[in-house]
């Protein structure tokens, strides 16, 4: 286990970029690449690639089954990675379900709840029906929307939605209205992964306790940023993507607290999930094999393993304060601009290092355009979030999203590209 | 990409706007960014009498869609799905198809759109609200 005793030193960059052979090629006729949708996915270490590759070439073999010394190697990388892992984000690795991607660990838990109605005794508290109610926000992704939307529609529940403000916080003046005692469960993303801003977590689960409710918290643009721990934030559940915190796509993560997965129906069925199988009925493993049907993506898993020790190694706080200077620059930077609206907080307070704009007279796309001329890779659209964008009153924005290896000069050469494409389509 | 041409039909849309009468009427989005139009024609004797269209995009989709007006108006069905077809076929070509500006007229600076497969659909949105509307048009002739 690597220590973390030289957290107060600055993080040194370019040591950082030189793990990633990516970031050295050139885009569009010999422009360095600028990357800056890390939001969207981030990019690899070779520490991460390396230990992806040596997982393959050594014990490749499916997990949790079979006795030879393969599958055994095989199983102990996949459960030491779910070790290393839940141990990052403050769960034991018991309450660590590996899922494809935190889209699917959203779907588990709403799956899982329509399949309690018809469930064994004990999951009666996931049971959701006409007169309970699911509340989301209007800032979250599709991801953290569409799943309960659907399960509203399955179950005849209710869903309602906490709206955002002109500065894009959420705004919780409704919340005793909002959160009642009908709320089964509530679900918001840490981090909001347009607006930057960082949800008051405390306040919502403070609430939903008060009525009962569950809380399911999308971590997706938190975990790969800052420190978190789901413990201390005392949420139910938590999802995040390993392919945003410098790990393969494919693997993703759901924690669930113990007792909560212990008693909640599964989604998936089929082999490594039972416990004992009949011709008339089977029973279930204990969580987390309840939740991992099939022979699970291992590599994956091992590559986010990997990924921890990597950020480990460095510090979520060097990483934070790393990524809060960024943010700070490109905030000072975009606001200088004639013509550039930051849409999100315009401060950094509880905000991560996401900032989404959109420019007087130049679609967003066209922007991205000619960013993208200039070897600058950002993120064009409604990136996921469409009823965001429509209560924000636009069809789309631009979108920075930085991390560790983004140096400050990549945020000059953002802010110097937006006045360029002012520039381009004559409105500066 | 940005030829003058596509700036200009960006800039100073043809024929832009949502107009009576008409026989039938197409929305059409990209899912990926939001961007969309709605489109109206009016079909008289077997040819286009009038595209009138509203839209909210990029460059791209805008001066696309005011190109189209100007490629089919006043042309019958027939010529207007071949020139449909021609430009289809160029923008999905992905830099190899050589435009015919006899066919195509301002349409061929969208030659260097077809590079950029993130930018095809948003040169096609209009396209295929047209494509809607005159399926729409024929269904309502047949019903």
Not at chain 1, 293 to 319: E, K
Request: with cysteine.
């Amino acid at each position: 286990m690597t220590t973390t005793t030289a957290n107060t030193t600055p993080l040194d960059v370019a040591a950082v970029r030189a793990d990633f052979p990516i970031l050295s090629r050139t885009v569009r006729d010999g422009k360095p690449l600028v990357y800056l949708d890390s939001g969207a996915t981030s990019q690899r270490p070779v520490q991460v690639l390396d230990a992806e590759r040596r997982f393959l070439e050594t014990c490749n073999a499916a997990v949790h089954r079979g006795a030879h010394q393969l599958a055994e190697e095989a199983t102990d990388a996949y459960e030491g990675a779910r070790a290393k892992i839940a141990d990052f984000v403050g769960a034991t690795p018991g309450e660590l379900v590996f899922t494809k991607n935190a889209t699917e660990g959203i779907n588990l838990v709403a799956y899982a709840m329509s399949n309690a109605a018809t469930a064994d005794d004990g999951a009666e508290r996931f049971v959701v029906g006409p007169g309970d109610e699911i509340v989301v926000t209007e800032m979250e992704h599709h991801a953290n929307l569409v799943p309960w939307q659907q399960l509203c529609q399955r179950t005849g529940a209710t869903l309602r939605w906490f709206p955002v403000t002109a500065e894009g916080r959420l705004d919780l003046s409704g919340i005793d209205e909002l959160i009642t005692e009908r709320t089964k469960v509530v679900a918001f993303a840490h981090q909001s992964n347009v607006l930057g801003t960082v949800n008051p977590v405390d306040a919502l689960v403070r609430k939903a306790r008060e009525v009962g409710a569950l809380v399911l918290l999308d971590a997706c643009q938190s975990v790969p940023h800052f420190p978190v721990n789901f413990r201390e934030l005392d949420v139910d559940f938590a999802v995040f993507s390993g392919h945003k915190m410098l790990a393969p796509s494919g693997i993703g993560v759901l924690y669930g607290r113990r007792e909560l997965l212990e008693a909640m129906p599964p989604f998936l069925t089929g082999g490594s999930m039972i416990e004992l199988v009949r011709m008339e009925g089977s029973t279930f493993a204990p969580p987390p094999q309840k939740f991992e049907a099939g022979v699970p993506m291992t590599s994956q898993a091992v590559g986010l393993g990997a990924a921890v020790d990597y950020l480990n190694a460095i510090g979520m706080d060097r990483v934070a304060a790393h990524e809060h200077q960024l943010v700070e620059r490109a905030l000072n930077g975009l606001k200088e601009i004639p013509g550039v609206r930051i849409i999100g907080p315009p401060d950094t307070v509880d905000r991560g290092a996401t900032v989404a704009f959109v420019v007087d007279g130049v679609h967003p796309h066209d922007a991205g355009q000619v960013l993208d001329s200039l070897g600058i890779a950002v993120r064009v659209g409604h990136h996921c979030a469409w009823p965001l964008h429509r209560s924000c009153g636009i069809p789309a924005t631009v979108r920075a999203t930085f991390y560790l290896y983004n140096e400050l000069s990549e945020v000059d050469a953002l802010v110097n590209g937006v006045r360029e494409a002012q520039r381009f389509f004559g409105v500066a | 990409m940005y030829q003058e041409i596509i700036l200009d039909h960006y800039k100073n849309p043809h024929g832009r706007g949502l107009r009576e009468p008409y026989d039938a009427e197409s929305f059409q989005v990209n899912p990926t960014c939001g961007d969309e139009v709605t489109l109206r024609l009016k079909v008289t004797d077997g040819k286009v009498a009038d595209v009138s269209y509203e839209g909210q995009g990029c460059s791209i989709s805008q001066a696309s869609t005011s190109v189209l007006t100007d490629l089919v108006t006043g042309h019958t069905i027939d010529e207007a799905l071949s020139t449909m077809d021609a430009f289809v076929e160029l923008m999905q070509g992905r830099g190899s198809v050589e435009p015919d500006e006899d066919v195509l007229e301002d349409g061929v600076a969208f030659a260097g759109v077809a590079k950029y497969p993130a930018r095809v659909k948003c040169a096609l949105l209009g396209w295929m609200a047209f494509k809607d509307a005159l399926a729409r048009t024929s269904n309502e002739v047949e019903a």
